[in-house]
């Protein structure tokens, strides 16, 4: 499908017009890249769904200018949330919210909340104040791929298939927004993401972590195999794996540098100082580089189990998931 000759640029009006017009357009926001249609109008979304590739089960984020949008698009606005919306806003933050029929079905596969989030990447900011709709946006990557933090990986993958890409550099977060919801009176994570769990209880008191682990996309949350790399990713003790994959080429994705390695296998430390937020940031290109070497497989590590770090290394275990499951 090459409907497009696809174009990259800085220019808000294109992006604008072309949204206004019903069209796909990719934008940056602070986590990743998002591929965006206007949210209200269905016609616009379902060529979302067309160009990822993505299953209408699996539900829309609506991107918002900020929380005085909220009430348009939600019947109610739990406290907990409200509260964490007050502090984190602009932000890597979704949040679940009861649903008003102006949202169309297909932005919620049909569920009772609408997922909301007012992203803070200024580009993604001017936009969305100079239009009167909000924006639905998944992120800009064919369903199942990993998640593109720069135009350029935006490009390599739906070239042809959207008329714009908006650039706004190098996403500064890297990983996907945390998604809350309020549920049986607990404020409850579906998915871990660019805003640590951590800092969310330092708002809300101790919360409930809630992640889709299963095939079954239902339940709000996430496939169980997904951001992952084609080719296979193992994880765990990067030296013990080493020792037992035989005459296979593999890369090397450590959290920190590992001195010592044999020189003929390509490797990506993700901080060179154990920074967990320089990690989130590298994260998505450098599995995107060791996708593209000539190895056979991708051997990983996991980071510590704590801040951002939750996040990664979420993103590393549904990486590495076998695709049957
Ligand atoms: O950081 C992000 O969240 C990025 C940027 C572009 O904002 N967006 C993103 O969207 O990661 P996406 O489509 O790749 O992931 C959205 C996920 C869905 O897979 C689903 O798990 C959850 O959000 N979700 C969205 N709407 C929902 C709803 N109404 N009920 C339950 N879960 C929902
Ligand atoms: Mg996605």
């Known amino acids: 499908m090459n409907d497009f000759d696809t174009q990259t640029g800085t220019d808000l009006a294109v992006a604008a017009h072309w949204l206004e017009a019903g069209a796909c357009v990719a934008i940056p926001t602070e986590t990743v890249y998002g591929l965006a249609a206007n949210a209200l109008d ?15 089960f699996d539900p829309l984020i609506v991107h918002v200018p900020g929380i005085e949008a909220v009430e348009r698009y939600a019947t109610d606005f739990p406290a907990h949330l409200r509260a964490l919306a007050e502090r984190f806003w602009p932000g890597p933050l979704t949040l679940l919210l009861p649903r008003r029929a102006v949202i169309p079905d297909l932005v919620t596969s049909g569920l009772p909340r609408v997922a909301l989030r007012a992203p803070a990447h200024p580009v993604a900011r001017q936009l969305l104040s100079r239009l009167a709709f909000p924006l639905a946006a998944p992120s800009a990557n064919p369903f199942g791929y990993i998640s593109p933090t720069t135009a350029r990986h935006v490009f390599d993958q739906l070239q042809g298939k959207i008329p714009y890409i908006l650039d706004g550099g190098p996403c500064a977060i890297g990983v996907e927004s945390t998604i809350v919801g ?12 660019g805003l640590a769990v951590e800092a969310l209880e330092a708002v809300v008191g101790p919360v409930s972590i809630q992640l889709n682990q299963s095939s079954n996309p239902a339940a709000p949350g996430m496939l169980k195999t997904h951001y992952a790399p084609r080719k296979t990713l193992i994880l765990g003790d990067i030296r ?21 390695l044999p020189p003929e296998w390509p490797q990506v430390a993700l901080s060179a100082t154990g920074n967990l937020a320089e990690a989130a940031q590298h ?3 450098a599995l995107r ?8 497989l991708i051997l990983a590590e996991t980071c510590p189990e704590e801040g951002l770090g ?3 290394n979420d993103r590393l275990r549904r990486a590495a998931a076998p695709d049957d499951e």
């Not at 020792?243 to 540098?257: D, Y």
């Not at 580089?289 to 056979?296: E, K």
């Open 283 to 285: 994260l998505f290109a």
């Open 310 to 312: 939750r996040a990664i």
């Open 289 to 296: 580089h060791l996708d593209q070497l000539d190895i056979d």
């Open 42 to 56: 269905p016609g616009a979304v379902v060529r979302i769904f067309t160009v990822k590739n993505r299953p209408a």
């Open 240 to 260: 013990a794996n080493l020792a037992r994959i035989g005459g296979k080429k593999a890369g090397i994705l450590s959290f920190t540098p590992m001195p010592g």
């Open 182 to 193: 309020f549920e049986a009176g607990q404020t409850t994570v579906y998915r871990l993401g």
